[in-house]
């Protein structure tokens, strides 16, 4: 897992990762476990803090188990190592791919389902963060939509969007359905429907 001092200082570790420039990616075996133990188990808490939750606190990513105990002996999976290079083989290509090309998901919150509860954190402007990252995307190079050039585009709007189509009438008619439901919402907004979120009746359902 490496130092953790890092952890404890985040100027050290913002400088660090600046400087090379590359993913921190964690990937080891199993130090306290068989591996029989792990696959039926998989990785037990002791085991996850110290090889992957602290360095997350370091910035490291995309976590890799590569073996475990054979006997008193470490041993690696001959298919988690391939599993490794093959990750590695994606990360490589997608730094050569062109930002505008590039594939970006963000998750947001939405627990309980069903409830209102998307976008939602507490102390926290989810809508105002979504719309600040997508910004910044835009300014970087990324391609998302019209969003950057729409003036009535903002999160508040995105998050209302999502919360529809996380509704489980609409998750039950599946895909093909969900544009229609967001449409059915921007249009009962722009009727002044008050059940609806008032940032759907902007042109575009905002």
């Not at 306290?32 to 990513?61: C, M, T």
């Not at 105990?69 to 791919?97: C, F, P, S, Y």
């Not at 507490?122 to 997508?134: F, G, M, Q, T, Y």
Request: some cysteine; hydrophobic content about 40%; aromatic content about 4%.
């Amino acid at each position: 897992a490496g130092s953790m001092e890092a952890g404890r200082n985040v100027a050290v570790a913002e400088q660090l990762l600046r400087d090379m420039n590359l993913p921190y990616i964690v990937a080891s075996p199993l130090l306290l476990q068989s591996i029989p133990q792990w696959k039926k188990n998989g990785v037990l808490g002791l085991q996850s803090v110290v090889l992957y939750s602290l360095p997350e606190l370091d910035g490291a990513i995309d976590t890799v188990v590569l073996g475990g105990l054979v006997g008193d002996k470490i041993a690696l999976v001959n298919e988690r190592v391939r599993k490794l290079t093959h990750r590695l083989k994606g990360w490589i290509n997608l730094r050569a791919t062109p930002k505008a090309d590039r594939k970006v998901a963000i998750m947001l919150y939405g627990f309980p389902p069903n409830v209102g509860a998307v976008g939602t954190a507490a102390l926290l402007d989810v809508p105002r963060s979504l719309e600040n990252i997508l910004r910044r995307l835009h300014e970087e190079g990324y391609n998302v939509g019209d969003f950057a050039n729409d003036p009535d585009a903002c999160g508040e709007s995105l998050i209302a969007a999502l919360s529809v189509l996380s509704e489980e009438p609409v998750i039950a008619k599946g895909s093909g359905s969900m544009q229609n439901a967001v449409d059915a919402k921007i249009e009962r907004a722009k009727q002044g429907d008050k059940t609806t979120a008032e940032t759907l009746s902007k042109p575009g359902g905002g």
